[in-house]
């Protein structure tokens, strides 16, 4: 019984970090669009798109996004560690 609640715990604790870097993450990236002043086209964009995807582009849209995510939540991380 005490193994299943702690189990129970510990699910709810990830869950809670993994909200916790979703949002921070897209805190993160949304001060980062407007230091880069909202220009997604512009060298800081294309630079961090071309490092991103070096091989080509995603073939999907969400993979676009899946990858964006994850990199939201590298970047909350590692500005937390910092």
Same mark, same amino acid.
Request: proline share 1%; glycine share 14%; net charge positive.
């Given at each position: 019984m005490v193994q299943a609640e702690r189990r129970g715990a510990g699910v709810i604790v990830r869950f809670l970090r993994t909200v916790g870097e979703l949002l921070g993450g897209a805190? $993160?990236? $949304?001060l980062l669009a407007l230091r880069s002043g909202l220009r997604f086209k512009g060298a800081y964009w294309t630079w961090r798109m071309q490092t991103a995807f070096g091989r080509g582009m995603p073939e999907s849209r969400a993979e676009l996004l899946r990858g964006l995510v994850e990199y939201a939540r590298w970047m909350h991380r590692v500005r937390r560690m910092g």
């Amino acid at each position: 019984m005490v193994q299943a609640e702690r189990r129970g715990a510990g699910v709810i604790v990830r869950f809670l970090r993994t909200v916790g870097e979703l949002l921070g993450g897209a805190w $993160a990236l $949304a001060l980062l669009a407007l230091r880069s002043g909202l220009r997604f086209k512009g060298a800081y964009w294309t630079w961090r798109m071309q490092t991103a995807f070096g091989r080509g582009m995603p073939e999907s849209r969400a993979e676009l996004l899946r990858g964006l995510v994850e990199y939201a939540r590298w970047m909350h991380r590692v500005r937390r560690m910092g």
